[in-house]
């Protein structure tokens, strides 16, 4: 009952910050670049103001293009439900382990490619096939930091990785240390963030992101954008319970739930100030330097990886 | 031994590693100098780290050679070169980063696996870093061998010396003080003479890149 409880709260409390989350990193970005900013809570107007308007579509497009933006919202909030962020206790996580995980947001960049494709315009087509070379680089960067998360624990569960994570006593882990800075590439890479992908850009030679949600419009755009934020969200959460597990509730102590929202709240806040000044610091690279940038992550997991079984650290 | 001491070296040899890979893949050669010195810096804090965690004060005396001439003199030494040379802001862009880097990944998968009945043969405290120094070791090889032009390849050099200082001090606390000296002293003249020969392979091929040696050889 008490893990059912803080599964529905999970989820919600990812649906309710993810665009807070997001205003929050761009309102810092503008603030760093010495701008007003539009506020904190800009991505809820964008999403009402969406959800609102009629959605056109284009004459040609099949019915995946139409699916395309509920499969990916569904993926994504799957994600963070199955993510750990507040209880270990929840009633999903033996449904999925850490590579059924990376499976989801697999799924999700399928679909989203497929639908760019769908509608034969030429700008999503070149954004779906960057986003497949991207996608295709982070993934085993990707799943090189979560088993070696899972070689720590001895499981691919995530519900075991961060309870034991969270379980250790302090030591340092060089290991872990190499992971956290891969999954930093990584994520920047997956969630459009600057060194890869300008996510405030329209700009032909350089969209990613932007160039495969061209044609989308009213709700469909709106989930799709809620989808994104639900990823960095996601992401944003997978990074802190594998790398700062503290003050995630335990499956035997309900009462710890009240105390991990604030707990994650806080760690977010402080996590999107920072990706913000990464960002802020960062300058847009080519796009063929990015395989060079994943190959970087990939070889951080791997050393992890490695340092991981020879040091036993 | 405290388990901070122990967590300390392995922290320390994980970051030689690291930056034994940033090496080999780093293309300007003002980088590539800061961060063999930053190598040297981590080498003085693993060897000081040993010594303490061992009792072995000898072990300062090299963690201080080892400071003032891999973080302070050569470091200086090859800013030097390169500014008389004015290859400061030079850029190679001859190899190919991810491939080299999987290679890499190669050579330390491969350096762990010589290293492991090795290291148990050794009673060090840190003798399971003995793998990484080795790994270290190769990469610097692989730096030297997939680099064209002088001052990397001289760095590579070095950073080779550093890798077999981290392997005789994760293996055996150090080597006699005596080799030690020597092997300093031959590092030293050693940079002194590469650096006379740059100047010479400039004058002669109006360039830097080694591959014009080959030219030398007769028919």
């Known amino acids: ?313 | 031994m405290s388990p901070l001491a122990g967590q300390l070296i392995n922290l320390f040899a994980a970051a030689m590693l690291l930056l034994a890979f940033a090496m080999l893949s780093q293309r300007r050669v003002l980088t590539l100098i800061h961060l063999f010195a930053l190598q040297g810096a981590t080498l003085v804090a693993s060897t000081a780290v040993v010594g303490y965690a061992t009792h072995q004060p000898h072990l300062y005396l090299s963690a201080g050679i080892t400071l003032a001439l891999k973080v302070f003199l050569i470091p200086w030494l090859l800013h030097r070169v390169i500014n008389r040379l004015s290859v400061r802001w030079d850029v190679e862009t001859l190899i190919n980063i991810p491939a080299t880097m999987l290679i890499g990944i190669v050579l330390v998968i491969f350096a762990f696996n010589i290293a492991a009945p090795i290291a148990q043969l050794s009673a060090s405290v840190a003798r399971g870093t003995f793998g990484i120094a080795l790994a270290c070791l190769l990469l610097s090889f692989m730096m030297m061998i997939t680099r064209s032009k002088a001052v990397p390849q001289v760095i590579g050099f070095l950073a080779m010396e550093n890798g077999l200082f981290f392997a005789a001090v994760s293996a055996t606390y150090g080597m006699p003080m005596v080799v030690e000296l020597g092997i300093a002293l031959d590092v030293l003249v050693g940079i002194l003479i590469l650096g006379v020969f740059m100047f010479q392979i400039r004058e002669q091929f109006d360039s830097l890149d080694i591959r014009h040696l080959e030219k030398l050889k007769e028919d």
């Open chain 1, 1 to 313: 009952m008490l893990g059912a409880l803080s599964q529905i709260l999970e989820i919600l409390v990812a649906l309710v910050l993810a665009p807070l989350l997001l205003g929050w990193v761009n309102q810092w970005r503008a603030w760093l670049q010495n701008k007003s900013g539009p506020g904190v809570l800009q991505p809820y107007r964008l999403l009402h103001k969406l959800f609102l308007k009629d959605a056109v579509v284009a004459e040609h497009a099949s019915p995946l293009f139409r699916a395309a933006p509920y499969v990916v919202f569904g993926c994504m909030t799957l994600a963070c439900g199955i993510i750990p962020t507040l209880s270990t206790d929840l009633p999903l996580s033996p449904a999925a382990d850490a590579i059924a995980l990376v499976g989801l947001f697999a799924l999700a960049r399928v679909f989203i490619s497929l639908a760019a494709m769908d509608v034969g315009t030429a700008f999503g087509s070149l954004g779906a096939r960057r986003e497949m070379l991207i996608g295709f680089l982070a993934e085993p960067a990707l799943l090189m930091v979560l088993f070696t998360a899972a070689l720590i624990s001895h499981s691919t569960s995530l519900t075991t990785i961060v309870d034991t994570l969270a379980h250790r006593e302090l030591a340092i882990y060089p290991s872990l240390a190499f992971a956290g800075v891969a999954f930093t590439i990584v994520s920047l890479a997956e969630n459009a963030r600057v060194p890869v992908d300008n996510p405030a850009t329209h700009l032909e030679l350089t969209m990613v992101h932007e160039a495969l949600i061209l044609e989308y419009s009213g709700r469909h755009l709106a989930l799709i954008e809620w989808a994104a934020a639900l990823k960095l969200f996601a992401y944003s959460c997978a990074g802190l319970a594998l790398f700062f597990p503290w003050g995630v509730a335990q499956a035997d102590a309900p009462l710890a739930l009240l105390v991990a929202t604030p707990i994650l709240v806080l760690k977010l806040a402080i996590g999107g100030v920072a990706l913000a000044v990464l960002e802020t610091l960062s300058a847009k690279m080519r796009i063929f330097r990015v395989p060079e940038f994943l190959a970087t992550a990939f070889l951080l997991a791997v050393i992890a990886m490695l340092v991981r079984i020879l040091l036993q650290a």
